[in-house]
């Protein structure tokens, strides 16, 4: 198991439960789904646009932490509470994702800590 890191970045949100923030193999990082939340702990409110700033800046620094960045992203999972969130979330997201890596983007029932949504990513180490 030595080529499985656990990485855990101090300017992204705690982990919600007992999990790492990413899992970093030779080929791949593998990030953790990131809610709206600041570095301490604390949800963060406002539109659906700057919820999802949140997640994806939490995510850009757990990648950081990783040795990677946000351009080796190869694929996102967007969860949102709901679908009618879909085209501001879009807004936000294309502002970080220029280099349009492979996406899903789901309605779910509910997400931790009762938020709007949560994205997770793989990416190049």
């Not at 702990?41 to 659906?48: A, C, F, K, R, S």
């Not at 946000?70 to 807004?91: C, G, Q, T």
């Not at 502002?95 to 509910?110: E, G, I, L």
Request: aromatic residues 6%; neutral net charge; hydrophobic residues 40%.
């Amino acid at each position: 198991m030595s080529d499985i890191t656990p990485v855990f970045s101090k300017d992204a949100a705690p982990p919600a439960g007992p999990y790492s923030h990413a899992i970093k193999t030779p080929t791949a990082i593998y990030c953790s789904g990131q809610i709206p939340c600041d570095a301490n702990g604390n949800l963060v409110e406002g539109t659906i646009g700057e919820k999802t700033a949140v997640c994806i800046s939490n995510l850009k620094a757990v990648l950081t932490a990783a040795g990677s960045s946000i351009e080796r992203v190869v694929k996102v999972n967007i969860f949102l509470a709901d679908m009618s969130m879909f085209a501001d979330m879009n807004k936000e997201y294309e502002k970080w994702f220029t280099h349009k890596p492979a996406r899903s983007c789901v309605a779910v029932k509910q997400l931790p800590k009762s938020v709007d949504v949560e994205i997770e990513c793989i990416a190049l180490p």
